[in-house]
């Protein structure tokens, strides 16, 4: 038991004496071998080259990004024509039930709540349409 005791003390007052050297010793005056792995790696890390993409230029210069930038363009310009397309429609419905209801021309009060509804709900499709367009678009863009 005495020696197992003296072994593990002799081998532990080792460990730390490596351990103070690798800790403590100067960077020039070391020469372990786990000090050339640690530079040898810092070599490798100094001499691979660093690469910097300016997206700006790419996307400029890049054929298949300009042609699909022209495609997302027409696409935007589509989008817009319809959603301008059924505004003016929607505009056009929202006078004439103004001048109805300015002229009296309802024949009752159910008819003139109807057509309101039916005004709110195109509204709300309408509204529904644009920000249905703008997702499609964002993630047409992002691809």
Known sequence: MKHINTIVNI???????????LHF?????CQSSGKTTASGSAAKMEQMPVA???IDSLLLNYTYSKD?????IRKRENA???????????DAE?????????????LSEQSFKSQQ???????????????????????????
Do not use: P, W
Request: proline share 0%; glycine share 2%; charged share 25%.
């Open 117 to 143: 509804q039916a005004l709110v709900k195109k509204q709300q499709d309408l509204q529904a349409l644009e920000d249905k367009l703008t997702q499609e678009l964002m993630k047409e863009q992002q691809k």
């Open 94 to 106: 929202m006078r004439e039930f103004q001048r109805k209801h300015e002229n009296n021309a309802f």
């Open 52 to 54: 910097y993409i300016n």
């Open 68 to 72: 699909m930038n022209e495609v997302l």
């Open 11 to 21: 081998v532990l007052a080792i460990s730390i004496i490596v351990l103070y050297i």
């Open 80 to 90: 817009q024509a319809t959603l301008t397309q059924k505004a003016r429609q929607l």
């Open 25 to 29: 010793c100067g960077k020039d005056s």
